[in-house]
């Protein structure tokens, strides 16, 4: 089946400008997770869905960072007003449910100029 | 606090030898789940294997095996017949309470020809 996808793969904009990120999940995945990889790090945990609430939103950098979930399905990040900093590949992650096997995304690699 | 620990940025090992890499962790949960991913240079992300905290017996896939010390809190991977194909980084990974997946930082690993 379809694993989970990640548009645009690349992402090149503008130092002020507004982005956004899209995840489409694995069907039937409740749960569904924003990572951010600056280069040659580790993954940086920004927010958590179950479903379409985020129980857990202490992960995103700041308040230019938001994130929605239309049901259990697609979710965007958006990055408002983007800086330089926030050029990394940002990952989206998806699972059954909270505790199991996540699987991810091919990134979406952001480079802010 | 939770955190994870991998102490070995890099890592190299000969092809069709065996590798161990390392990880540690901290939590003061009972029951949890440790994973395994990898990330090829393409760098979609792929799990490699994962433990049940609660199960004694270390999980094995094919050439890939746990060396599972709950009270160590230590959670290393075995990589047996090395392959060119493992060439990749390696992140343990620790979900909190289903919401926060914490990642080491990864271990770099090259299987030399």
């Known amino acids: 089946g379809a694993g989970v996808s990640q548009s645009p793969s690349n992402k090149v904009t503008e130092k002020g400008k507004d982005v956004e990120l899209r995840c489409d999940p694995i069907?039937?995945?409740?749960?569904l997770y924003w990572y951010r990889q600056r280069l040659g790090q580790g993954l940086e945990f920004l927010i958590y869905?179950?479903?379409?609430?985020?129980?857990?939103k202490s992960g995103l950098p700041s308040d230019r960072f938001s994130a929605e979930r239309t049901g259990e399905s697609v979710s965007t990040l958006t990055i408002q007003r983007t800086q330089q900093e926030d050029s990394a590949v940002y990952l989206c992650?998806?699972?059954?449910?909270?505790?199991?096997?996540?699987?991810f995304g091919p990134g979406t690699r952001l480079t802010v100029l | 606090a939770q955190t994870v620990t991998q102490s070995q940025p890099e890592m190299s090992v000969q092809e069709a030898e065996t590798v161990t890499l390392s990880c540690t962790y901290d939590?003061?949960?009972?029951?949890?789940?440790l994973f395994w991913y990898k990330q090829p240079p393409s760098r979609q992300m792929i799990l490699v294997i994962r433990?049940?905290?609660?199960?004694?017996q270390n999980a094995t896939e094919n050439r890939f095996s746990v060396n599972f010390q709950k009270a160590a809190k230590s959670f290393s991977l075995k990589i047996s017949d090395s392959q060119l194909g493992d060439t990749a980084m390696y992140f343990c990974?620790?979900?909190?309470?289903?919401?926060?997946?914490?990642f080491g930082t990864g271990t770099s690993l090259t299987v030399i020809p």
């Open positions: 992650a998806s699972s059954f449910s909270g505790m199991d096997t996540q699987y």
């Open positions: 069907s039937g995945h409740t749960a």
């Open positions: 869905f179950q479903g379409n609430s985020a129980p857990d």
């Open positions: 939590t003061s949960e009972n029951n949890y789940y």
């Open positions: 433990q049940e905290a609660y199960k004694q």
């Open positions: 990974a620790f979900p909190h309470a289903g919401n926060q997946f914490y």
